[in-house]
């Protein structure tokens, strides 16, 4: 009998495997690569559709296929290319291409070098490249410096909070949210920027001041947590 469950259990198993669409024809991606997400990838490019604010590309990483959204910018069908970090997401719909993909992996760019080459005077949205250029920017009234946001934030969980700061990273419509990175130049323990989920369309450089709803430890699956984020962020004055 116990033989019998066993043998149900990978049959049901194989089932599931094999019950994916016929049109999305690739692999999830391992529980392996989604734990190194912040390793440096190297992938090769099978395809490439351009879907308005976003390219999608299929790509195989060893035995791996699976589709990635990055932002647009040349790509080559055939060609090797590098990218590390990453949000995965599951059962996104992208209505520019009208198709639901299983399983995406977005990220903000993925480049030629294995390792990432610093650009003077780069237009880059990462952090890294606008840090040491950001002066500190006064604190909003009612509202409460980044620096002391992060030294008292378990005192602010699931409180309204007032920030201000500049835009040095922006990702739109993942889960239907932009996701907003601000610095304001001050820190606490070398953290050094805070993410706002919003509804807002800003652009890196801006000096913005939101007001949202302070969240800790925010688990979005995939092994991806965020130890602290400001929800339903809104622009105020």
């Not at 055939?78 to 970090?85: D, I, L, P, S, V």
């Not at 009234?141 to 922006?170: C, D, H, M, Q, Y």
């Amino acid at each position: 009998m116990r033989n019998q469950i066993k043998l149900f259990t990978i049959l049901f198993s194989a089932l599931m495997l094999f019950s994916c669409k016929d049109q999305a024809s690739y692999s999830k991606i391992n529980n392996a690569q989604v734990k190194n997400a912040s390793n440096v990838h190297k992938i090769v490019v099978n395809e490439f559709l351009d879907g308005g604010s976003y390219a999608y590309i299929n790509v195989s990483e060893g035995s791996d296929n699976y589709w990635m959204a990055i932002g647009k910018m040349p790509v080559n069908v055939g060609e090797t290319y590098y990218y590390e970090g990453g949000i995965i997401m599951k059962d996104f719909e992208s209505k520019q291409l009208k198709k639901t993909f299983d399983f995406i992996t977005f990220v903000d760019g993925i480049r030629k070098t294995e390792v990432a080459v610093s650009k003077k005077g780069s237009t880059s949205v990462k952090e890294d490249v606008v840090k040491d250029k950001l002066i500190k920017i006064e604190t909003p009234a009612n509202g409460i410096s980044l620096g002391k946001l992060f030294s008292t934030k378990e005192s602010l969980v699931k409180k309204p909070v007032i920030v201000r700061g500049k835009v040095i990273k922006v990702n739109n419509g993942i889960m239907d949210k932009n996701w907003v990175h601000i610095s304001d130049g001050t820190q606490f323990e070398s953290k050094k920027s805070l993410t706002v989920t919003t509804l807002e369309n800003v652009k890196v450089g801006d000096i913005v001041t939101f007001k949202g709803i302070l969240i800790l430890d925010k688990d979005f699956g995939q092994g991806y947590v965020y130890d602290i984020l400001l929800e339903e962020g809104e622009l105020i004055q």
